[in-house]
């Protein structure tokens, strides 16, 4: 992080900074409190805000004045609505708007002014520390830099509570490995398919464990065939390049580890069964559960989480070619099981099928899977939560729990009976397409087809993976999400 972010005990005596950010709550006594406060410095300009009711402390209202005092002249007023609606994610919204109103007006430094907290202190200055990070992220490293004088350096929160020092100081620590790993898994999932491809994807992996501190093993063509990986193998055929397998760990052996499968299709064309060209490009991000499981592991690892985990991801391009797999091909699994392709655009589930019966031989206590499985989750979801599916309901709760306070949230969809025949075939033990309806389910289904004795979950994260508009925190493209859920999820871990 080229960026700081710093804590400091101060005020009410202004602290020298191109922009201090007031955040203001809309209720009417919290409001005049608040701005009064914030007139220590650009009394005239706050005090006609007031009177004319051009700033109410709506929540994400900005509102800008110019102090003409040299040492700090920008003072920007940032909405939260009313107190008892705040949230967390209020919070990081706010810091995220705060952030990029900063950078746009070029200040170098930033001081946030802390409002009153709701809820935990730590957990509050977590989301306002996550919140400026995420939002000033910029997938530009392949653009040339705009060198339009200097960039944010700092930011600094403040507060006139000394009280705050030691929960801020811990939450600032939290949110930088959380911002790290956030930010590996945007910027693989946004590299184009010339750049990240099963190879080069296992290489950043190798390079996080040898950074933040993990094991990483990786597993080449020959050792997918001698083991038996008919999925693997199978998906990257049409491919001139390797299939990968890559295997992180990380914590103590003694415990029996959750276990965190991603799906890692560098490109998707759809294979033989090809799809349509228009909006092909996005498929470079269907390597995005393998880059929240990746991100996963660089966040638990800088926190040294006290739990055990590994990692497998299933690393293959999925392309057409004289080589490729066709449709009504029956390839088997590393559990024995064999599966009918009858598409070979619903490839992630056959490198998935390999990577849940490797899982079985941690005797994991979970296992929980992320894939930008089906477009039908985002049909059924769009781009706000997760899909999620799976046979525990009480690994679902603390996922449900943990996507509440990150607000990477998931919501369950059902395993019923009934959709199991959706995918049986006349030929193999199972066909991998379902047909029209319920899509993102018989994905699921298929999955439990091939998971083995543990307690598992399936997010599909089609959706939330891949955002099409930018908003406070996340930009158009891929937005890492998995690493804050999975994270927080694990912080709670027993
Ligand atoms: N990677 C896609 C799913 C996807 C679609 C992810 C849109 C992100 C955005 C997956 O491999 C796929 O192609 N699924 C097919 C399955 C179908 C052939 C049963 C789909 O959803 O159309
Ligand atoms: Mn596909
Ligand atoms: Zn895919």
């Not at 679902?396 to 199991?420: C, H, I, K, N, S």
Request: a positive charge; charged letters at 25%.
């Amino acid at each position: 992080m080229a960026l700081k972010t710093t804590f400091r005990v101060a005020l009410p005596r202004a602290p020298r900074t191109d922009v201090l950010v007031h955040f203001i709550h809309s209720d009417r006594s919290r409001f005049s409190k608040e701005m009064n406060a914030a007139r220590s410095i650009g009394r005239s300009g706050l005090r006609s805000l007031m009177v004319t009711g051009d700033f109410a402390g709506k929540a994400g209202e900005t509102a800008i004045l110019h102090t003409g005092a040299a040492g700090c002249p920008r003072l920007l007023l940032v909405g939260l609505g009313p107190y008892a609606k705040v949230s967390l994610e209020r919070y990081r919204r706010a810091a995220a708007i705060a952030a990029k109103e900063a950078r746009r007006r070029k200040a170098s430094t930033a001081g946030f002014v802390l409002p009153a907290l709701r809820g935990s202190a730590e957990d509050a200055v977590v989301a306002f520390a996550e919140g400026a990070h995420l939002g000033l992220y910029r997938f530009d490293k392949y653009k040339k830099p705009d060198d339009d004088g200097m960039p944010l350096e700092e930011i600094f929160l403040v507060s006139a509570s000394s009280a705050l020092r030691a929960p801020a100081l811990r939450a600032l620590r939290r949110a930088e490995a959380i911002v790290a790993g956030t930010i590996l898994a945007r910027d693989l999932a946004n590299a184009p398919g010339n750049e990240v491809y099963p190879e080069s994807l296992a290489q950043a992996a190798l390079e996080a464990g040898r950074r933040s501190g993990f094991d990483v093993r990786i597993l080449g063509e020959a050792e997918l065939s001698e083991l038996g990986m008919g999925g693997v193998l199978a998906v990257n055929r049409g491919s001139d390049r390797e299939p990968r397998f890559i295997i992180m760990e990380y914590g103590p052996t003694t415990k029996r580890p959750v276990v965190l499968v991603g799906k890692g299709v560098t490109f998707d064309t759809g294979g033989i069964s090809i799809k349509p060209s228009a909006g092909m490009a996005e498929m470079k991000m269907d390597m995005s559960g393998a880059a929240a499981v990746i991100g996963t592991f660089e966040t638990v690892a800088r926190l040294r989480l006290p739990v055990r985990l590994v990692g497998l991801v299933p690393a293959v391009e999925n392309m057409p070619g004289s080589s490729a797999q066709r449709p009504g091909d029956i390839i088997r699994h590393l559990n024995g099981k064999t599966s009918e392709v009858d598409n070979t655009d619903a490839e992630g589930r056959l490198i998935l099928a390999d990577a849940l019966a490797y899982a079985e031989r941690y005797k994991p206590a979970a296992v929980i899977d992320l894939a930008t499985l089906t477009g039908a989750v985002v049909v059924a979801l769009g781009h706000v939560v997760t899909g999620m599916m799976g046979n525990d309901p009480e690994l679902m709760r603390r996922l449900q729990t943990a996507g509440e306070t990150t607000y990477e949230r998931v919501w369950e969809l059902p395993l019923f009976d009934e959709y199991e025949r959706l995918i049986k075939s006349d030929v193999a033990d199972v066909k991998n397409v379902g047909g029209r309806w319920a899509g993102a389910i018989t994905a699921g289904w298929f999955l439990k087809k091939h998971i083995g004795n543990y307690r598992w979950v399936h997010l599909d994260i089609a959706g939330t993976a891949i955002q099409e508009e930018n908003s406070d925190y996340t930009t158009r493209g891929g937005s890492g999400v998995g690493v804050r859920l999975l994270t927080e999820f694990l912080r709670r871990w027993r």
